[in-house]
């Protein structure tokens, strides 16, 4: 097992933080990696909401939303040769909101041949995760502001 651990402060309200991220269709818009991310189960996103996630070249993905917690805390699962248990946690901060991911992962099988070098590439690709999740929340907000019109 091995736990990958980042945050970053997001100038933006918890509210918008978690309920953009938690609906995993958004990392569509800020994750290249991101294939496709469809929505299995009917309603809004809680406890037991599915989604089949495709990234970058590896095969399809269940991911479970297995704890809810709005506007603090999700907790998401998904199976296969490297079992996954991401868990986001968001809190107020000064600027906005303090977004932390916490990325357990476990190899089962074959996979943990090549767990190391997956590890690696993980560790790398979820910090660049987190500014392109900033950056993207912050064009939202940024593009809902308030023009004001130059004085004649």
Known sequence: M????NSVVIHCPPEEVFDYLSDLRSELEWNPLCKSMDKLTDGPVGVGTRF????STQPPVVVEVVQYDRPRRWVMHTGGPVEINFTARVDPAPEGAKLSIDFEAIAHGWFKLVFPVFLFVMRRQERLNMVRVRDALERRIAGRAPRVSAAR
């Open 2 to 5: 091995a736990m990958i651990n």
């Open 52 to 55: 089949q996630a495709t990234w």
